[in-house]
């Protein structure tokens, strides 16, 4: 099984910009589809947005598509979340995993990160 370790996170004004990394240890990242989610307090982790294996499909959630971009480096064991354009309704603990390439859902995804927390300040 793979590990997963989240940093990036913090503070940031409404409009700013956060690069969120994702450190995979273990195994090889090639293996897997990652996943990005989030958790806001007192409501449901929900998807943001997940990257295919090779990191030519790109999906993303409505509410962050055309402000948030995945990426990915096989070669270092690393997945990016770039965040622009930050909303404060984008305040959440954040969560990278790894799992099956075209699902929303977390319980598809069997590793998961301890997670870095994002607040965005108005």
């Known amino acids: 099984q793979v590990q997963l370790a989240e940093s990036g996170g913090g503070l940031v004004q409404v409009g700013g910009s956060l690069r969120l990394s994702c450190a995979a240890s273990g195994r090889t990242l090639s293996n897997y589809a990652m996943g990005w989610f989030r958790q806001a307090p007192g409501k449901e982790r929900e998807f943001v947005g997940s990257i295919s294996w090779f990191g030519d499909l790109t999906p993303y959630a409505d509410s962050v598509k055309g402000r948030f971009t995945i990426s990915r480096d096989n070669a270092k064991n690393m997945v990016y979340l770039q965040m622009n354009s930050l909303k404060p309704e984008d305040t959440a603990v954040y969560y990278c995993?790894?799992?099956?390439?075209?699902?929303?859902?977390?319980?598809?995804?069997?590793?998961w990160g301890q997670g870095t927390q994002v607040t965005v300040s108005s």
């Open positions: 995993a790894a799992g099956p390439y075209g699902s929303r859902r977390e319980r598809d995804f069997g590793s």
